[in-house]
């Protein structure tokens, strides 16, 4: 299988997204390519013309590899490509997209992608055992391709002064952002307000906490009722109902 890397910038702060028809363009090029006699450098020029049309945020630095559908499928004469985002795929790591004939043929085909983001991230300067205290001179900037993180990665601008490690984390290895958690808010056993937050209303009621947790993650509290409810940590001992 050939492929064409092709570097550009894209970025956006909210999580690292591409534009879906900038991606879906490129498959459509590469089935649209007039003959495979002239060669994956000429295929490689059109796709380079095509980037050079269009306007892409900047700041990050984004690779797409795009491989070529299987060789072995024989494909009828198609006039006109639909590409399209099979149900489940993500623009985002390995994926896969599909290009579907309507008009002149009835067939689909499949384009394998790599979509990598790299980008400036926080990695452990020194080994950090379970249950550290992070601070800024415990970790340094790399840059890594986060794609290959599910979890996702604390970013280099990211404020980690204060999180505490959940396991032992090596020298190198990047900060997940599974890997840290928030400074705690709430402890087992400390009295809470729950909140129950409605259109038009807010509701109060006394109770305690039955797990520990940062602002901003899951806690199990027991209610005056005795009911046991989950809800959001938040300063100031507050459970806020979901």
Request: proline share 7%; aromatic share 6%; charged share 20%.
């Amino acid at each position: 299988m050939s492929t064409s890397a092709l570097p550009l910038h894209a970025q956006d702060r909210r999580g690292w997204r591409l534009p879906v028809a900038f991606v879906i363009g490129l498959a459509t090029l590469l089935l649209a390519a007039p003959s495979p006699a002239r060669g994956a450098s000429d295929l490689a020029e059109r796709v380079r013309i095509y980037l050079d049309q269009q306007t892409l945020p900047g700041g990050g630095e984004v690779e797409i590899v795009v491989g070529e559908p299987d060789a072995r499928l024989q494909l009828a004469e198609c006039r006109r490509y639909e590409p399209f985002i099979p149900p489940g795929a993500r623009l985002w790591g390995r994926s896969t997209l599909g290009v579907r004939c309507v008009d002149g043929a009835s067939w689909t085909a499949y384009v394998p992608v790599q979509v990598k983001v790299f980008a400036s991230a926080l990695v452990a300067a020194r080994a950090l055992p379970r249950g550290a205290t992070v601070t800024t001179a415990d970790v340094r900037p790399e840059r890594l391709d986060i794609t290959q993180f599910s979890a996702g990665v604390y970013g280099a601008d990211d404020l980690i002064e204060g999180r505490t490690t959940v396991r032992a984390i090596a020298p190198g290895e990047p900060l997940r952002r599974d890997v840290l958690r928030a400074p705690l808010v709430v402890h087992a056993g400390d009295p809470v307000k729950v909140v129950f937050d409605g259109t038009g209303f807010a509701l109060e009621i006394d109770g305690k906490a039955l797990t520990a947790a940062g602002d901003g993650e899951t806690a199990r509290v027991t209610a005056a009722t005795g009911r046991v409810l989950t809800g959001i940590a938040r300063p100031g001992r507050v459970i806020q109902m979901r």
